[in-house]
């Protein structure tokens, strides 16, 4: 059989061309541990009004900072003792995607502390890099929930006791 009776027999589902043509492409996107897990921390690239908000966080509370995904852009304050995140719509972090299971993680507040606690989410929460079923926010963290990249600040007036500088 030669080329152009294989694109006579194609069916009207073929829409590969050119280059493309006879070649495989691979479009299957995947979660949870086969997915991209690399770990590119941010921190440099902050925007003015980003660092003004970062500075204005009064003393035990913090500020995630959507860095990718649907959402990116978005601040959420942390304030309370606990903050639901998940693709309940009456979750305090609502992410309205399908990487994101309805009950994710909460982030709670101790002193000054703040702590993921993953709720048995099926793609997981990830703390600079790494699946976590719970783990202490450092300042600057990224975090990761289903196709959500964040970043976690810690308010100035704490930083010393929570970094331990």
Do not use: C, W
């Amino acid at each position: 059989m030669n080329e152009n009776d294989r694109d006579a027999g194609a069916g009207a589902g073929d829409i590969r061309r050119g280059a493309d043509a006879g070649r495989s492409v691979d479009t299957t996107q995947t979660f949870g541990h086969d997915s991209d897990l690399s770990f590119v921390p941010f921190g440099s690239d902050l925007t003015d009004a980003e660092l003004e908000s970062i500075a204005a966080l009064p003393s035990r509370a913090a500020l995630l900072l959507v860095r990718s995904g649907p959402t990116a852009g978005a601040r959420y304050l942390l304030d309370s003792d606990v903050t639901t995140v998940g693709r309940h719509p009456e979750a305090d972090i609502f992410f309205d995607d399908v990487t994101v299971s309805r009950r994710h993680a909460e982030i709670t507040r101790t002193g000054g502390f703040f702590e993921l606690i993953d709720q048995r989410s099926l793609n997981g929460s990830y703390v600079n890099g790494e699946r976590v079923d719970r783990a202490v926010l450092d300042d600057g963290a990224e975090v990761r929930i289903g196709k959500f990249r964040l970043n976690f600040f810690v308010s100035p007036a704490d930083r010393a006791s929570v970094t331990g500088a």
